[in-house]
Every structure is written in C-alpha cells, then in structure tokens.
C-alpha cells in the first residue's frame, strides 16, 4: 500500500522517526500498526523522496504534523484534495483554488486523490461513501 520495502517502512517508522506508527511493535516478532492516515502521510513521504528528490529528515516535523491533522478524517471527506508542505508546516487544501496557485517560495503541493485511489484499492473499498437521503418523519408519538 505504500509501496515501500519493509525495511524501508521500518527505517521510516523507527530509527528516523518520520513517521508514528498507530500502534508500535512491542518486542521482537510484533509487527507496527497503521491507520490509513498514516499510510498516506508514508506514501506522501515516498512521492516527496522518489519524484521530487527531497530529503525527507528536512521534512520530518512536517510529515508528523500532516499526520496529527489528518488523524479523525474521513476518507470520502479527502476525496479532491491536496497538501501543501514546506519544511516547517502542512496545509490541508479542501479543493483546488485559483488563490493556491500561486504558493510561496519552497512549497510543494500534492494531490491526495492518487494516493486514496491506492489505499482504497487495497484494502478493497469498492464504492465511495455516499450520505444516504433523509426522509421525512410520518409522525412523532
């Protein structure tokens, strides 16, 4: 799901920090746990490094804010949106905007929806979330 090797996801999650695991190993043998935040801030770190060549230990304080912002989220409510990042701060953009266009110097927007398609392929989502119609109370009793 974030197409990293497992030494890779436990470089990132261990000895660098760069990102929390949800739910740490606990002794030799236990695997960490992820939420799917999580795996997308992981696969937003890897676009960061593999397309953009950026060195991810400049990024670490923003990887973990990007993930504290994303912790309660719904997955459908991220549908269309991008990230903004520098090395000091994460902006969640709710959709994309003629005034984000033109983004300070150093920052560096990435779409989320690639990366949704991905965990939602993976952890087999078949059909978005929709809110169901109301309907209208025949009487109160």
């Known amino acids: 799901?974030?197409?990293?090797?497992?030494?890779?996801?436990?470089?990132?999650?261990?000895?660098?920090?760069?990102?929390?695991?949800?739910?740490?190993?606990?002794?030799?043998?236990t695997q960490?746990?992820?939420?799917?935040q999580t795996l997308l801030v992981l696969r937003l770190a890897a676009?960061?490094?593999?397309r953009l060549h950026v060195e991810l230990s400049a990024y670490k304080s923003?990887?973990?804010?990007?993930?504290?912002r994303l912790a309660g989220e719904p997955f459908h409510g991220l549908t269309g949106c991008f990230v903004?990042?520098?090395?000091?701060?994460?902006?969640?953009?709710?959709?994309?905007?003629?005034?984000?266009?033109a983004t300070p110097e150093g920052f560096c927007?990435?779409?989320?929806?690639?990366?949704?398609?991905?965990?939602a392929s993976a952890i087999g989502v078949t059909e978005k979330s929709v809110q169901r119609s109301l309907f209208a109370a025949m009487a109160v009793r």
């Open 32 to 36: 960490a746990r992820f939420s799917w």
């Open 62 to 68: 923003t990887l973990r804010l990007l993930q504290v």
């Open 109 to 119: 927007v990435l779409s989320l929806q690639p990366h949704l398609d991905a965990i």
């Open 47 to 50: 676009t960061l490094r593999d």
């Open 1 to 29: 799901m974030t197409d990293l090797s497992a030494d890779r996801l436990r470089e990132w999650t261990g000895r660098r920090g760069l990102v929390s695991p949800d739910i740490p190993a606990h002794g030799k043998g």
């Open 84 to 101: 903004m990042l520098d090395v000091e701060q994460a902006m969640l953009l709710r959709s994309p905007d003629a005034s984000y266009v």
